[in-house]
T-cell receptor, first 113, second 113 residues
Framework: SQTIHQWPATLVQPVGSPLSLECTVE??????LYWYRQAAGRGLQLLFY??????ISSEVPQNLSASRPQDRQFILSSKKLLLSDSGFYLC????????????FGPGTRLTVT | KNQVEQSPQSLIILEGKNCTLQ??????????LRWYKQDTGRGPVSLTI?????NTKSNGRYTATLDADTKQSSLHITASQLSDSASYIC????????????FGTGTRLKVLA
């Protein structure tokens, strides 16, 4: 069976500090991978998606970046965090084809102070 | 503009009662619509998926309906349980883009004993 992991589960970082969130998927190959952010009282916002190693597409301009160094590893990074980066970050995967269900990870709660 | 709007924003019901959540969308072209359940601090989990030709689909005590003409969907929960307390998110996949999932802001349901 497939599983998706995210870590850390919670993170408190000061403004201006770097960020690295990691997501890994097990039990499937060549998945589509996604990073979402969920702010309080708002819907999920797609940040990045990837169809393969090294292939990253950004949905919104921001000070975040993403990388996919391995087939089932997706990393969300920032060089300098802003207060507005606080939120609940969710990683998701789906089978190629686009019509299939997205499976979400447990999420990372990021608080920038 | 591609949007997904859900109502009510929040709902409180007594255990054992039924409830109906609404989702209106303006996403075009339409591919499919999913309802997700998201427990607090967790990733969303899919309840149902509906394509253009489907009117009703059930998953246990959850029944989703879709009216593609009026671009409306509903999620009916029968005989609610305490464990139904969660946010319910309506997500519409846009047909022209493989990765275009438009998320509603969700309905927060609280079931009281």
């Amino acid at each position: 069976s497939q599983t998706i992991h995210q870590w850390p589960a919670t993170l408190v970082q000061p403004v201006g500090s770097p960020l690295s969130l990691e997501c890994t998927v097990e039990g499937t190959s060549n998945p589509n991978l996604y990073w979402y952010r969920q702010a309080a009282g708002r819907g999920l916002q797609l940040l990045f998606y990837s169809v393969g190693i090294g292939q990253i597409s950004s949905e919104v301009p921001q000070n975040l970046s993403a990388s996919r160094p391995q087939d089932r590893q997706f990393i969300l990074s920032s060089k300098k965090l802003l207060l507005s980066d606080s939120g609940f970050y969710l990683c998701a995967w789906s089978v190629k084809g686009g019509g299939y269900e997205q499976y979400f990870g447990p999420g990372t709660r990021l608080t920038v102070t | 503009k591609n949007q997904v709007e859900q109502s009510p924003q929040s709902l409180i019901i007594l255990e054992g009662k039924n409830c109906t959540l609404q989702c209106n969308y303006t996403v075009s072209p339409f591919s499919n619509l999913r309802w997700y359940k998201q427990d607090t601090g967790r990733g969303p989990v899919s309840l149902t998926i509906m394509t253009f030709s489907e009117n009703t689909k059930s998953n246990g005590r959850y029944t989703a309906t879709l009216d593609a003409d009026t671009k409306q969907s509903s999620l009916h929960i029968t005989a609610s349980q305490l464990s139904d307390s969660a946010s319910y998110i309506c997500v519409v996949r846009k047909g022209s883009g493989t990765y275009k999932y438009i998320f509603g802001t969700g309905t927060r349901l609280k079931v009281l004993a």
